[in-house]
T-cell receptor
Framework: RKEVEQDPGPFNVPEGATVAFNCTYS??????FFWYRQDCRKEPKLLMS?????NEDGRFTAQLNRASQYISLLIRDSKLSDSATYLC????????????WGAGTKLIIKP | EPEVTQTPSHQVTQMGQEVILRCVPI?????FYWYRQILGQKVEFLVS????????KSEIFDDQFSVERPDGSNFTLKIRSTKLEDSAMYFC?????????FGPGTRLTVL
């Protein structure tokens, strides 16, 4: 079973729409959760950390459900520049911040 | 803004040759990491390094791999005898708190 699982997409979404990504993780000892963004052939960049209480950063909202081992990312009012691959990442407890990566969900925003 | 740098940006080598990938982490960071990403696949953890020693390594990080911090600034990944399947993007990362900062990566092509 994959440790971090995401729908690979691509999600083709018109500009201005709202889009949601989901991610499930298998290891209940996962301690920290993140969404990274990766542009084609570039390094991953942290988009936001995900907290149990849920958190929002501008147009982006992240939610964590520990009971279901499920993480989500919501993007409102999507922009052309949001086109990228979104990576769900977890960090295990008692680990030296080794990050376990999902394969990513590709998002394409169309004008 | 401080950033992680990596050299070279692209390395082409013959199978069986040794390569050294170089990274300069952010100067006040204490934890260092190497990840790799085979084209079209997910990011995979290779190794973490703290206090001048390896703290964790993955199954990928076999005897062909080694890491070193030869001075106060560089962090290197050596692959002793490259194989075709070592072709990938190699990302270095460093952290001081919760967030890992990634370098732009070195694209390794093994012919």
């Amino acid at each position: 079973r994959k440790e971090v699982e995401q729908d690979p997409g691509p999600f083709n979404v018109p500009e201005g729409a709202t889009v949601a990504f989901n991610c499930t993780y298998s290891n209940s000892a996962s301690q920290s959760f993140f969404w990274y963004r990766q542009d084609c052939r570039k390094e991953p960049k942290l988009l936001m950390s995900v907290y149990s209480s849920g958190n929002e950063d501008g147009r982006f909202t992240a939610q964590l459900n520990r009971a279901s081992q499920y993480i989500s990312l919501l993007i409102r009012d999507s922009k052309l520049s949001d086109s990228a691959t979104y990576l769900c990442v977890v960090n295990l407890m008692d680990s030296n911040y080794q990050l376990i990566w999902g394969a990513g969900t590709k998002l394409i925003i169309k004008p | 803004e401080p950033e992680v740098t990596q050299t070279p940006s692209h390395q082409v080598t013959q199978m069986g040759q040794e390569v050294i990938l170089r990274c300069v982490p952010i100067s006040n960071h204490l934890y260092f990491y190497w990840y790799r990403q085979i084209l079209g696949q997910k990011v995979e953890f290779l190794v973490s390094f703290y206090n001048n020693e390896i703290s964790e390594k993955s199954e990928i990080f076999d005897d062909q791999f080694s890491v070193e911090r030869p001075d106060g600034s560089n962090f290197t990944l050596k692959i002793r005898s490259t194989k075709l399947e070592d072709s990938a993007m190699y990302f270095c990362a460093s952290r001081t708190s919760n967030e890992q900062f990634f370098g732009p990566g070195t694209r390794l092509t093994v012919l």
